[in-house]
């Protein structure tokens, strides 16, 4: 049996080992309460590491996605870009074509009609063109009757298709203007007439529209709405050249 004395040194040393165990060693952190907090130079220079991580693997990234996808890949890079900035466009001409701004509103027909900064819809192009069209925008109109002549975003109707473009043809839209050639030589919307198609190739070719050129120069060959002239479609053919 431990003699009193040895009992009470036992339990002593014990006790100094529970103390010495409690006590915080001021050159270490103390790892139960956490990690100490970081001084506002340390924090940002934490901020900038991680930074640079994210920047390195996004590089890595792009170099393992270009060295598979190639040339595809750097295009695809392009587009996300342009699709952005469209997007930005967008929203400015949104705002200006909700005032009644005629080439705002024209701006996001093209945009709904090919997809730039919104969902393609035809329907919505549609929509935006009219309300330029109505405006007398020639562009808008040209737009407005190649929808109805394709029936793109409305129901096909050759004979909206010329009314739109006759009021853009009007105001010398030489675009316009080649489409109501078009429109004469086929007799769509309108009763065929060859004398009538070169009529109008003739305003837009005196614009340098090259199809209305090409088309005059075609007629002049043919005798077809003028007199047979191969020296005239030959003027013709060149200029369309």
């Known amino acids: ?25 001021p050159a270490q952190p103390n790892r139960s309460r956490g990690r100490p907090k970081q001084t506002a130079d340390e924090a940002a220079k934490s901020h900038q590491k991680t930074l640079q991580k994210k920047k390195e693997r996004e590089a890595a990234k792009r170099f393992a996605l270009k060295e598979e996808g190639g040339a595809a890949y750097e295009d695809a890079l392009k587009k996300d870009s342009k699709r952005k900035r469209l997007a930005k466009s967008v929203q400015w001409y949104r705002q200006a074509a909700d005032q009644g701004d005629a080439a705002a509103q024209f701006q996001m027909g093209v945009a709904y009609e090919y997809g730039r900064g919104v969902e393609k819809s035809d329907e919505g192009a549609v929509q935006w063109y009219r309300q330029a069209a109505d ?17 793109q975003g409305v129901q096909q109707s050759d004979e909206g298709a010329v009314l739109w473009y006759r009021q853009a043809a009007d105001q010398k839209h030489a675009a316009a ?13 309108v009763d065929q007439s060859y004398e009538g198609a070169v ?31 191969d020296e005239g479609a030959v003027q013709w053919y060149r200029q369309a050249a």
């Open 135 to 151: 405006q007398k925008h020639a562009a808008a109109q040209f737009c407005l009757g190649f929808a109805y002549e394709y029936g």
């Open 1 to 25: 049996m431990d003699s009193p004395t040895s009992v009470t040194a036992s339990a002593a040393a014990a006790a100094a080992a529970v103390a010495a165990a409690a006590t915080v060693n």
């Open 177 to 189: 203007q080649f489409f109501m050639g078009l429109a004469y030589k086929n007799g769509r919307g």
């Open 199 to 229: 009529q109008w190739y003739r305003k837009a070719a005196d614009q340098g529209d090259a199809d209305a050129q090409f088309c005059l120069g075609f007629a002049y060959r043919k005798g077809q709405g003028v007199q047979q002239s």
